[in-house]
Every structure is written in C-alpha cells, then in structure tokens.
C-alpha cells in the first residue's frame, strides 16, 4: 500500500487533501479534494469532525492557492464524509455563501448528526453540473454502498468515486442489487482514473471496475456452493465468513458479514436459499432447485 502524504497536488487543478482519520475501513484516511485553479474551489467530502490536522491542511491548501470554498459536495452520509463540513462552513476556510450540496437518502431520514441544524444541505440531483475556473464536474447516482451515493465525472475521463470503488480492497455497500447496477453504469462511462474516497489513485480503473464486478459474482457463488454443501443446515453469516473469507484479517470479519448478509438476502429473493428466524436472529438454508 502506497503512502498517501497529506496534501498532493494530483493535477493542476485537483489538489488531494487527506482526512487524517486513519482505521480499518477508512484505510490510510478521507481522500477529499479541491476542485480548480481560481478564487473559488469545489471541495468533495470533508472527512470526519474534529479533526484539526485535516482543518490545517486544508487552510494551509487554500492559503498558498489564495482561495476559498464555495461549494462542498459530499457523496454520501457517512460520517467519514460529511463531519468536517461544521468544521468548514462559516470559516475563513469557506465562502460567506458557500452551499453545501448532498443527494437525498430513500431508506430513511436524510437528516447527518455531524452537520448542525444551522448548516442547510441542498439537494443533488442525478447529471447536475458544478463549475468553478479550472474545473466543472457532474453528477451521477450510484446507489448501492448506500442510497444516496454519487460519483462524480468530468470532461477529460477523471472520475471521483467515493465509496463505490475504493484504491486498495473492495468496498462494502448496502444492497447488492443496486451496487452491481451502478459498477455497470461506471462501467459504461469508462474513465480514464480513478480518484477515490479512500486509497491510491486508480490508473487503470475499467479493469478495476471489472474485477470489482468479477469478485462479487464470485463471491456469490463461493457462498451458494458453502451452503450447498451444507444442506439441511440451518447457517449465518458469520458462519459464512470463517471459510469464505479466510483469508480476510479478522478484524474486518463484521465488514464482510455485512456483505454476506446482502448476498443472502438477494439468494434468498432468488429462491436459492431458504430464510428463518428464531429469537430475533436470521438463518439460512439452502434450497435445492425444484426438480422439474
């Protein structure tokens, strides 16, 4: 795994700025990034909250580059994302009137406890356009690590990916079902690289992509033949996990828990397994093909 320094100039007009929030699913930290090459800068994704190292960073970035903020886009709620917009807006780091723009959650309150009341979030929508000098990026939904992820594109192949793909593992998403659809539509728009929300820069990222699509259906099938081989037991998830995912470390067990759990749940829509549950807790079972 390639070191990521705290600030990188990546392109004359893309600056990467680490979270300094370093752990097991966010890898070496937040990748964010400032956007153009004039007074006013996009910033995608602002890393956790209360982190002063990051703030530092950022206003020794914006100090040297004699800018501001005027528009923060963060590509999903998770706090690992949206914390340091409190840490930002209404600072000298941003614009009096600098908005903050996020998509709209469909599973459930689209409400961040890291952003205060005070702070308004606007709405993204699907192929909306930012333009600053040096730069201009669109929007593209891509549900699927959670429902309201996006990614963002631009005009010369660079795409910026949040959490759907990441620069080193694989990345863990909320349903399966959705998540493929949108690795088919990154898929469809074929960037040249990859900036992602944790990890290196993606070089040659339709291979990427590819294997990011090969490995889940690989997955699924590895977890069909476990139960397969396993009929007339009664299983979960983590059952799954200790021969499946073997050669995972263990401390990352509950993250691939997580997404056998949505492997299941799409087998189990599929007829392939069979769903029960005893004392709040769910089990699985494979189900045999109906011999015709």
């Known amino acids: 795994m390639a070191l990521i320094p705290p600030v990188t100039r990546l392109t004359a007009s893309i600056i990467r700025i680490l979270g300094c929030n370093p752990g097991p699913m966010t890898l070496q930290g937040t990748n964010t990034y400032l956007l153009g090459n004039g007074k006013k800068r996009i910033l995608i994704d602002t890393g956790d909250e209360n982190v002063p190292q990051y703030i530092e960073h950022l206003n020794g970035v914006l100090r040297q580059e004699q800018a501001s903020i005027s ?4 590509t999903h709620w998770h706090h690992d994302h949206v914390g340091g917009v409190k840490d930002i807006v209404g600072t000298q780091l941003a614009d009096k009137d600098c908005q903050v723009f996020k998509f709209r959650r469909s599973d459930a309150s689209d409400v961040c406890p890291e ?15 930012f333009a600053v000098d ?3 990026v669109r929007i593209v939904h891509t549900p699927g690590h959670t429902t309201d992820h996006v990614v963002l594109t631009t005009d010369d192949g660079t795409l910026f990916s949040g959490d759907c793909i990441l620069g080193e593992g694989t990345a863990v998403f909320e349903d399966l079902f959705d998540y493929m659809r949108s690795l088919d539509k990154i898929l469809k728009i074929r960037p040249d690289r990859i900036y992602p929300g944790h990890g290196n820069v993606i070089d040659e990222p339709v291979g990427k992509i590819e294997y990011y699509i090969n490995h889940r259906n690989q997955r699924e099938q590895q977890i069909l033949q476990f139960f397969s081989q396993r009929p007339g037991q009664r299983l979960q998830p983590m059952d799954v996990v200790k021969v499946v995912y073997k050669e995972t470390p263990e401390q990352l067990w509950p993250a691939a828990a997580y997404n056998v759990e949505h492997h299941l749940s799409k087998l189990t829509k599929e007829h392939k397994l069979r769903l029960s549950e005893q004392n709040e807790e769910k089990f699985y079972e494979y189900q045999p093909s109906s011999a015709l």
């Open 115 to 129: 952003i205060p009341g005070h702070i308004t979030v606007q709405r993204l929508e699907d192929s909306q356009e």
């Open 134 to 136: 040096g730069a201009k």
């Open 71 to 74: 528009t923060i886009i963060l």
